[in-house]
């Protein structure tokens, strides 16, 4: 089975048998076997352990294959020269049914409109022509990031519609079981429209992804303008700042410099927007027409005394009958039997709704990434003041960078089993109260708010009150003043529900995004409020990796994971560290066979891992806690024993 690898790492391993070689599940790699000439055409050792996941790819010796690796475009070339082109012809297997089932599967599966369907002869056992057509996609993200991976189409010839993906996978799968016959005959007047149609299939879907793409590239090339812009603007106020008190030729001279600085910014803005400007291109490898067994039906079909000859094919490898097209204006539309003509949906005009809503073989839906919906209607509030300052330990605080967290709509992973609470007006109250409680400095009543075992939890655990705060980058003695709130009304950050808005003090604004839980009450707080993945958000944003001492004290575990995981990756992938930390049932099963440092190194590692982030592999959690790997190795099961981290829990 080659399922579960991503689409380019199949390919190459299906590249791999075509050629000779051989592979094998391997743990979670795959042992790779290449015979001398592929070995030696892709440099490759004639035997390797080979991946397609960056995370275990950072591992000794386990080469990496993923989409945009260069050896998979090597093998694509090799093949497009090759021309993988052919033709077969599927058997017939299955036993012939009834005229009168097949004619009242076609009735159910295909409903005309005012008209009625009547066999006007006996079924034939007939062949249909399929064209599979695979192709390599290269997209180009921006100038620096460009990567290559593998589309196909499976399409209906006669009529040029594209089976949807679950049908193709099991007409596929159909022929990769059957004993076939010799090829069908290829007739080009009807395979050229075919070829172009599936072609036009893959481009729009290569088209689609690219928007997919483009949203994560659009974050870095906002964050770009951002910064690009802040530092043309600290120029502009430079020259402004000396332009008074200069005397008249200084300031003609100013001016020009001012001008030069605006014509500069113009171009670097136009430079930026250039680099991310997504494009795709396709070439095709792969050429298959397929003949595949159908029981074909002549009918008329009746509206009154009227009849229009149709002819339906059934493929009984499917129970599906083969897409069709308007006799009158050649749309794949629901038929229509008007007082004049057989139309359809597209060329008859409708005069009232339809009765009954035709389920037509559709394309499938693709529109996976539903929008997220930013928040509107925001609200502020003032904060009350403070009943005691938090202490100002912290000279020198790093702040977050902020500001460059523009709300954009982000693909949605498919719907989990349990829908994700979505906050409405009651949560919007809890948040004014959470956030008035953190400005009082009322923990206990702020706890009230908090989902127990809870990366929020950990932080209050840690600073009290001030805990949401440092969590999001204000500084210690810097008191709110005011805040915004919105929910979201689309799940966000791997199907939770969110209130985002900013916090203001009287020095910045630092924006948040508060996630609920399952029981409406708040289990993190983010230091953003674009409806961002962390591991994705981890990559644009600084986050805050100051350390306030904490208000309590901590065991071994728990201060290495503060201080370390804090400093490399920022406070809240610590405080999920800590929450996942404080929720083990037996901590004391780890701490007998190890270290405290190799229990946090695993526990960071495993957060981080679950939560999407990048470096999170075993070096460099072996690298931040000095501990050798294979003892992380060797822990990880146990803890993931205790803790089932998943992706959508991922602390
Ligand atoms: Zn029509």
Redesign the pocket.
Known sequence: MIGHHGPAFAFWLSYLEHRGGLWEQSGDTVLAILPGHLSAQHDLPETALITDDPDIAREDGVLFLGSGNPEIDKAAETIIDAGDVGALTLPHRTKQTSTEDLLAKIRDQVPVDHGRIDATGSILRSHRSLLRLGALVTHTISADERFTEVAECVLDVPSRVAWAKDAADRLLSAIGTAEAGGGPEVRASRLTPAVAAAHRELDTAAARRGQELSIEADTERSAEITRATEYYTAALAAIDKRRTGADEQRRALLDARTQATIGERDRRLAEISEKYRHQHVLRPYRLHLIDVPVWRLATDVRRGERRWPMVFDYLPSLGTVAPTR?P??D?H?PLVATKTHL??G???PATTPPLRLAPVAEKPRQERAARNVPPTGAGAAPVPAHKRQPRDDTPGTDRMRHGAAPVLPTAVRPVAARRPFLPGKPEERKVVDFWNLVGTGETRKLSRLIAPESPLAALTQLYGAAGPLHGIGVPAGHPPHSFTYANYDRPVVGQRGGTAGELRTHHDQYPYLLLWSPDKLLDEILPYSAPWHLGRAQRILEPPTHVPAPSTDLDQVAQLLLTRVTTRHGLTFAARALAAWWRLPDPDILLARFSPRVVAATVDRAVRYWSGASQAGYPDAAAAFTVDQPDIRKATPMLQKQLQLSSTRNW
């Open positions: 308007c009158t204006c749309a539309s139309g359809c597209t060329c008859v």
